[in-house]
T-cell receptor, first 113, second 112 residues
Framework: DTGVSQDPRHKITKRGQNVTFRCDPI?????LYWYRQTLGQGPEFLTY????????KSRLLSDRFSAERPKGSFSTLEIQRTEQGDSAMYLC???????????FGPGTRLTVT | GESVGLHLPTLSVQEGDNSIINCAYS??????FIWYKQESGKGPQFIID?????DKRQGQRVTVLLNKTVKHLSLQIAATQPGDSAVYFC???????????FGGGTRLMVKP
């Protein structure tokens, strides 16, 4: 257990529905990251927060995706109008400093039917 | 649990043998490298890291080697145990960077 928690661990939804995931980072970490991982691949970067500011977004983050970190602690990732291609493991990570090790949570496995 | 990767390169070793997992990285500007272990259904777990001003770093039963000339990274696991069975990813970033870029992963299978 790295100290990063994610909820839910599994989510099954029908195409077109909205889903929201939560990440609680290690408490003293001010940097928080979201990644997506599909079967057989390494995680791919989605977005990054420093405190409450979203400082970087990948091109993978389409306009159906939105992430927030309102108080600089926990973060949420929402996917609107889900598509089957959104099925993946969504991973959250946190770190204490730029260019430092990132500690990952257990992930949320999303299945869109 | 579900499989992390269905079509990954696989390294099969006998329990007690040493394992070497290799990784090629792409970005010459990367100056920080991490090896992660991922078990089925779990998130990546930090194993060991190395900065570009070093070419070798040792941990408990693990050693990471960095060859910047050919942009190659390796992870050596001594006396491999069944609990080492997992998918191993290398990741790279830079001091000024925020995102990790992951390699394709290698599945390590340890035979008892």
């Amino acid at each position: 257990d790295t100290g990063v928690s994610q909820d839910p661990r599994h989510k099954i939804t029908k195409r077109g529905q909205n889903v929201t995931f939560r990440c609680d980072p290690i408490s003293e970490h001010n940097r928080l990251y979201w990644y997506r991982q599909t079967l057989g691949q390494g995680p791919e970067f989605l977005t990054y927060f420093q405190n409450e500011a979203q400082l970087e977004k990948s091109r993978l983050l389409s306009d159906r995706f939105s992430a927030e970190r309102p108080k600089g602690s926990f973060s949420t990732l929402e996917i609107q109008r889900t598509e089957q291609g959104d099925s993946a493991m969504y991973l959250c990570a946190s770190s204490l400093r730029q260019g430092g090790e990132q500690y990952f949570g257990p992930g949320t496995r999303l299945t869109v039917t | 649990g579900e499989s992390v990767g269905l079509h990954l390169p696989t390294l099969s070793v006998q329990e007690g043998d040493n394992s070497i997992i290799n990784c090629a990285y792409s970005n010459s500007a990367s100056d920080y490298f991490i090896w992660y272990k991922q078990e089925s259904g779990k998130g990546p777990q930090f194993i060991i890291d190395i900065r570009s001003n070093m070419d070798k770093r040792q941990g408990q039963r693990v050693t990471v080697l960095l060859n910047k000339t050919v942009k190659h990274l390796s992870l050596q696991i001594a006396a491999t145990q069944p609990g080492d069975s997992a998918v191993y990813f290398c990741a790279e970033t830079s001091r000024a960077g925020n995102m990790l870029t992951f390699g394709g992963g290698t599945r390590l299978m340890v035979k008892p």
